[in-house]
């Protein structure tokens, strides 16, 4: 939905609009299968559309095997981690 709503802002939109210079993107995927190939490819075409955007892509993290609210809280360190790259 997000993707689809920013078309008008993407490069590739004739005409389109423009959003202010500097933004930065973070990528987060979160899935139940155990492969982090799979987390990557969401990450990547989440990023290639920040492209599209004029948007730095400035973090991403891949979350997998997650299947219930334990398996988020096992890879607290991992996440916390991940947020304070978006504090700086």
């Known amino acids: 939905m997000f993707i689809d709503r920013c078309t008008p802002w993407c490069n590739t939109h004739d005409p389109h609009a423009t959003i202010s210079q500097g933004k930065k993107g973070y990528s987060i995927a979160l899935r139940t ?5 799979e987390c990557n490819k969401i990450i ?12 730095a892509a400035s973090g991403r993290l891949g979350l997998c ?11 607290a360190n ?8 978006l504090k700086n």
Do not use: A
């Not at 991992?78 to 790259?85: G, H, M, R, W, Y």
């Open 44 to 55: 990547e075409s989440i990023e290639h559309f920040y492209g599209h955007l004029n948007i």
């Open 65 to 75: 095997s997650v299947e219930n609210k334990t398996d988020v809280q096992n890879r």
């Open 33 to 37: 299968g155990p492969s982090i190939r």
């Open 78 to 85: 991992e996440i916390e981690e991940f947020c304070n790259i």
